[in-house]
């Protein structure tokens, strides 16, 4: 099995926090890497300013609702890239509101999962998530 480096892009600290508690529970051995909203993605992903020598993730978990840009705007922006747009996207978020399905999906994400409220239930549904990409699906490589 191999480890995942991941992205989260998600403003809420306890949320982020929690990702990173549930995969640090796990024998997945994964990397996590955070920044709080879309424009620090974007820089991270691009390796611009602060984040010259990020690592290129292979699984992004991307909130939906932050400032500055929004996670709609991130995906897009992520999907259009030709540089970023193989990295799986897997929307993480409190909404579940249907026009924010159809239009992540529209706009490629992997997947679109809804934040349980449990404390339990988050952290397995971040397990899920994390055992699907390791174990099961197979990911594009990439040489940078």
Do not use: C, W
């Not at 879309?38 to 992903?45: I, K, S, W």
């Amino acid at each position: 099995m191999r480890s995942l480096q991941i992205l989260v892009v998600d403003d809420d600290d306890a949320d982020a926090l929690m990702i990173s508690e549930a995969l640090e529970a796990t024998d997945s051995n994964a990397t996590v890497e955070r920044v709080s909203d879309g424009r620090e993605a974007l820089d991270y992903l691009r390796r611009e300013g602060k984040f010259g020598d990020a690592q290129r993730p292979d699984l992004i978990l991307l909130d939906l609702n932050m400032p500055r840009m929004d996670g709609r705007e991130t995906l897009a922006a992520i999907k259009a890239d030709e540089r970023l747009k193989a990295i799986p996207v897997v929307i993480l978020t409190t909404s579940g509101a249907t026009p924010d399905i159809v239009s992540s999906y529209q706009h490629r994400a992997n997947a679109y999962v809804t934040k349980p409220f449990g404390l339990d239930d988050f952290e397995q549904t971040v397990r899920q998530i994390d055992r699907f990409y390791r174990e099961v699906a197979t990911l594009p490589t990439s040489n940078d």
